[in-house]
């Protein structure tokens, strides 16, 4: 039985993995990020180029924005997405990847 249940819970553990291994863009797209922001010019929020213009040489750049994001604090809503899915996103805008 104890077995059974291990067995259960990794996979799940692994389904769970997977289900959020997807890319930058993907994920973008599905949170809805793509509605306000274009990889090239300004929509209702910037582009990802003037974004990644705006954080080019600052250290915190990740942890500035998932806050933004997380808390809805210069940002207009907040992004139900988990740490690692906010991370591949920010990641993907500030490197376009």
Do not use: R, W
């Not at 994920?27 to 010019?41: I, P, Q």
């Not at 954080?55 to 500035?64: F, G, L, N, V, W």
């Amino acid at each position: 039985m104890k077995l059974m249940f291990a067995t259960i819970i990794a996979t799940s553990m692994f389904a769970a993995g997977i289900a959020s291994a997807q890319s930058g863009p993907d994920l973008a797209k599905s949170k809805n990020c793509m509605n306000c922001h274009d990889l090239e010019k300004k929509k209702v929020g910037p582009s990802f180029k003037d974004i990644q213009a705006k954080y080019k040489d600052s250290k915190d750049a990740e942890a500035t924005i998932a806050a933004k994001l997380k808390e809805g604090k210069g940002h207009p809503v907040k992004v139900a997405a988990s740490d690692a899915e906010l991370k591949t996103m920010i990641q993907f805008a500030l490197t376009g990847k």
